[in-house]
């Protein structure tokens, strides 16, 4: 019976070739199952094969066939003979079936397709957008910046104001930007030492990783990590430096701080003292929902680099709703230098172990063009953590962030975080009246707002749906505002709002967000400050929020 093995059942309609592939590999089946058909084969052949007669051979062969399909049949009628990969797969999509099922007896579920149409909402007509809306956004941006607005919000105004350090006290930056000829957004000064002979386009988004990074250097972000002087950390400290890179993917912006670092370490160092043996690793933890092919690349030259202490990092595959510090707290119990063995065997999936040693931690999370509703969910796990601190007799753990955020026109109002922050914003006294030419609609009165919850509860959607605007190409302008004439109710070019009102807008929007997560992070996270700023000119989605414990 070896020429007649149990085959995988499991079959795909291939279009190329215009037939069912079917999988030709070994079933695996329960141990009880395979000893009955074993059984079955020999009490078929009790003589040995060469007392038998070719036809004879042949007759009991088809025997066995039939008595082992009658076997088989209850497996076969409910799809469950397969292979190893195919039953991993089957039980993968039956185990969300079961979600899906417990979502709806809970009155919880969303259907996927349902998210598809609303996402593809019709073109937004600017006739449509609430007239008072537009007075709330226009009184914020055309006055004089509110004590709170300058709180969370280094650049003030329009995109040509956005520029760095226009608010607030003078920084680094605007030393740098002061310079003839440099970049309205310098890079970090290792930029041109590790990429000079990248490519055009990886050299794009390097340039955004190492604004990112000079951003985080200049505010004081590292300072957990470098100290004053270069070293990692000292006697006087207690707290260890992990960074967590949230919606990691293959881990390249934690390559790229590591390399920086470095580099500053190295700047730093006393050629006359042996500093190299007193400096600690880097850690990292990369946290994403995916799994990515040439993670395992980057994560390998994370983990070797070469220093007298090789760092240690963790990979963790999973959703930032399932995230418990004792995910985090695990990098502490890697082996520097080496993967972490769950990880490697199983994709990311690590448990946390209850019995593990605390050890204080300073987490610095950092992320590049952090998606949606993604970042809400990161600052509510960050809330979640601050809450259980101030339980605690002692704290142990500290937090300081740095996000480049991107996609707010996918954000779930559900979801928001600082969606109380918003109405606080929209609130906001200002001081003296500015002239702009680029105002939105008309302005706003003089008199104190007061913007009510059932009011904020009908801007939130226009808020999030008006951010595309900020992005919109020529082609994707079609698809995201209505054409006089023929998607909108207007019927005349001159009551539609110009391009640069709409990117305006929609910039505008995008900044009363960011503003309402750092109102969030300082009011209920513990942060010291936190400031919405832009960090960069090579992409369209420019902004990021950064802030220190």
Known sequence: MENHPVICQHSIWGSKQQRFRHCKLPAKLEPALVNQIKQLEQSAFTLAPSDLTEDERKSRVDLVLEQRAEILKPLLDLGKVLCGHHQKEAQAKQSKEDQIEKEKAAGTYVDPEELKRLAKDPPVDPNDIPKDFLEAVNRIYTQEPSLLLKSVLDQFDGPEDWKRGNAGPKSSHEEVN?????????????????????????????????????????????????????????????????????????????????????????????????????????????????????????????????????????????????????????????????????????????????GSIRVPTQYICISKHFCGSATDLALGWMREQHQQELSRPKPQDSYSICFATCCHGICDPSLLVAKPYLRELLNSEAGKKRKREDSVGTEGPTTKPNVSDEQLDIWVPWIIKLTGW????????????????????????????????????????????????????????????????????????????????
């Open 470 to 549: 900020a992005t919109l190409g020529k082609q994707e302008e079609s698809s995201l505002v209505a054409r006089p004439g023929k998607d909108a109710t207007t019927t005349t070019q001159d009551s539609a709002m110009s391009r640069d009102q709409r990117r305006i807008l929609g910039k505008r929007c995008k900044k009363l967000l960011d503003m309402a997560r750092c109102l969030y992070l300082v009011r209920e996270c513990g942060f010291k400050q936190a400031h919405s700023v832009e960090y960069t000119s090579e992409s369209v989605e420019s902004g990021a929020i950064i802030g220190v414990m």
């Open 178 to 354: 002061g310079k003839e000829g440099e970049p309205e957004f310098p890079c970090h000064r290792s930029y041109d030492k590790l990429f000079s002979d990248a490519g055009a386009k990886k050299k794009r988004h390097l340039a955004q990783e190492s604004q990112l990074i000079e951003l985080m250097e200049a505010r004081g972000v590292f300072d957990p990590v470098l100290g004053t002087k270069g070293n990692l950390t000292d006697g006087s400290k207690s707290k260890r430096p992990v960074f967590v890179e949230f919606g990691a993917g293959t881990g390249g912006l934690s390559r790229h701080v590591q390399l920086a670092l470095e580099n500053i370490v190295i700047e730093r160092a006393d050629p006359e003292s042996d500093t190299d043996s007193s400096l600690e690793p880097f850690n990292f933890v990369l946290l994403d929902r995916q799994k990515f092919r040439s993670r395992n690349q980057v994560d390998y030259m994370i983990r070797t680099q070469a220093r007298p202490v090789k760092p240690r990092v963790l990979r963790i595959t999973m959703d930032v709703r399932d995230l418990k510090l004792q995910h985090l707290q695990l990098i502490h119990e890697t082996l520097p230098g080496i993967a972490w063995p769950e990880w490697a065997e199983g994709g990311g999936q690590v448990k946390p172990q209850e």
